[in-house]
């Protein structure tokens, strides 16, 4: 389900909130998990590459989203590296060195999975020219399935994961609320000379390369669906012209966590996230779960206790800096 625009926005929200709001739901620790903006430079600028996920799919399906997925066990392994350090970064990232390690090589390894694009080179400075043909794709599709684990694969092929050419970029956790919940980083990433994009995934039925101002119209239209951690970085590429200036700035990006806020307003919801109110929601109970307007655009009368009083019960907190237990991966 989505609201007015493209805001993805599932229909058992509500009573999944007023269920943890009564102790009745426990909620799941979220897995690690990375994605990638893939960018190039377009007729009209920036570009980025997007995926429209299959509406067959229990999570966000019809949603557009970037390549990516949950941290493999295994990405914890040591693998050829180039560039920053594991510890740079995890002083970057906020985590240990391993979790660190493991998110980077998700974010390559997943990259490579969904948009057969590989960000890893036979040198520190050179970086695959062509991923395409019979062998490329059978090891990819062994690392789909996990036959093969991307630290043998790098090795196999003698190759170094480019771990310069990743610019961190956002960090977003799924709210506690949600059955499937996943704590992802965001990178963004150049696309390698040479190199093209593919529809290498199963979850997807499309992918596009396009302006990112005219995929957020799309969004605002409602055309496109989008969870709100995906129109969000899509909207923060904005300022920026090529992929060498996005990466750049990728230096000063706030990595603090955004994770979904609940609070009971009366009888009404109040979804809202932090930092990020064009995604506020009301949800009250006679619109049958559907999205209301936002705070300040509500003219009906608030529901509330006695002599009109709202009750403001505060139902999910919005972290700054935690992500429940480190390296959760349930």
Same mark, same amino acid.
């Given at each position: 389900?989505?609201?007015?625009?493209?805001?993805?926005?599932?229909?058992?929200?509500?009573?999944?909130?007023?269920?943890?709001?009564?102790?009745?739901?426990?909620?799941?620790?979220?897995? @690690? =998990? *990375?994605? /990638?903006?893939?960018?190039?430079?377009?007729? +009209?600028? &920036?570009?980025?590459?997007? !995926?429209?996920? #299959?509406?067959?799919?229990?999570?966000?399906?019809?949603?557009?989203?970037?390549?990516?997925?949950?941290?493999?066990?295994?990405?914890?392994?040591?693998?050829?590296?180039?560039?920053?350090?594991?510890?740079?970064?995890?002083?970057?990232?906020?985590?240990?060195?391993?979790?660190?390690?493991?998110?980077?090589?998700?974010?390559?390894?997943?990259?490579?999975?969904?948009?057969?694009?590989?960000?890893?080179?036979?040198?520190?400075?050179?970086?695959?020219?062509?991923?395409?043909?019979?062998?490329?794709?059978?090891? @990819? =599709? *062994?690392? /789909?399935?996990?036959?093969?684990?991307?630290? +043998?694969? &790098?090795?196999?092929?003698? !190759?170094?994961? #480019?771990?310069?050419?990743?610019?961190?970029?956002?960090?977003?956790?799924?709210?506690?609320?949600?059955?499937?919940?996943?704590?992802?980083?965001?990178?963004?990433?150049?696309?390698?000379?040479?190199?093209?994009?593919?529809?290498?995934?199963?979850?997807?039925?499309?992918?596009?390369?396009?302006?990112?101002?005219?995929?957020?119209?799309?969004?605002?239209?409602?055309?496109?669906?989008?969870?709100?951690?995906?129109?969000?970085?899509?909207?923060?590429?904005?300022?920026?012209?090529?992929?060498?200036?996005?990466?750049? =700035?990728?230096?000063?990006?706030?990595?603090?966590?955004?994770?979904?806020?609940?609070?009971?307003?009366?009888?009404?919801?109040?979804?809202?996230?932090?930092?990020?109110?064009?995604?506020?929601?009301?949800?009250?109970?006679?619109?049958?779960?559907?999205?209301?307007?936002?705070?300040?655009?509500?003219?009906?009368?608030?529901?509330?206790?006695?002599?009109?009083?709202?009750?403001?019960?505060?139902?999910?907190?919005?972290?700054?800096?935690?992500?429940?237990?480190?390296?959760?991966?349930?």
């Amino acid at each position: 389900m989505s609201t007015s625009n493209g805001q993805w926005y599932p229909a058992e929200w509500p009573d999944r909130i007023r269920a943890l709001s009564r102790g009745e739901l426990r909620p799941v620790a979220p897995r @690690r =998990a *990375a994605t /990638v903006l893939l960018l190039r430079a377009g007729g +009209d600028g &920036l570009a980025v590459h997007m !995926l429209r996920r #299959r509406a067959s799919m229990a999570f966000a399906g019809g949603a557009y989203a970037y390549p990516g997925g949950s941290v493999d066990p295994r990405d914890e392994r040591d693998v050829p590296w180039a560039g920053p350090s594991r510890a740079d970064w995890a002083a970057r990232l906020g985590t240990d060195a391993a979790t660190a390690q493991a998110i980077v090589c998700a974010a390559v390894r997943e990259t490579f999975e969904e948009a057969g694009v590989l960000l890893a080179g036979r040198t520190p400075d050179t970086v695959v020219a062509d991923t395409t043909g019979d062998e490329w794709e059978a090891d @990819r =599709a *062994a690392l /789909v399935s996990r036959a093969l684990s991307f630290a +043998d694969f &790098l090795e196999r092929r003698g !190759l170094l994961l #480019r771990s310069d050419l990743l610019g961190p970029w956002a960090r977003w956790i799924t709210p506690e609320f949600e059955p499937r919940r996943y704590d992802t980083w965001f990178f963004v990433a150049a696309l390698p000379e040479g190199q093209r994009t593919r529809n290498a995934s199963t979850e997807a039925d499309r992918t596009v390369w396009t302006a990112p101002a005219e995929a957020a119209a799309g969004y605002d239209r409602g055309d496109l669906l989008m969870m709100p951690p995906t129109i969000s970085t899509l909207r923060s590429l904005l300022p920026y012209a090529t992929p060498a200036d996005t990466l750049a =700035a990728s230096g000063e990006r706030d990595l603090t966590p955004v994770l979904a806020q609940a609070r009971l307003v009366g009888e009404e919801i109040v979804l809202s996230w932090p930092g990020h109110e064009e995604f506020t929601k009301r949800i009250d109970q006679q619109s049958g779960g559907q999205p209301g307007e936002q705070p300040g655009q509500h003219s009906g009368p608030q529901a509330g206790g006695q002599s009109g009083q709202q009750t403001d019960r505060h139902i999910v907190s919005g972290r700054s800096g935690t992500s429940g237990p480190e390296g959760a991966d349930a």
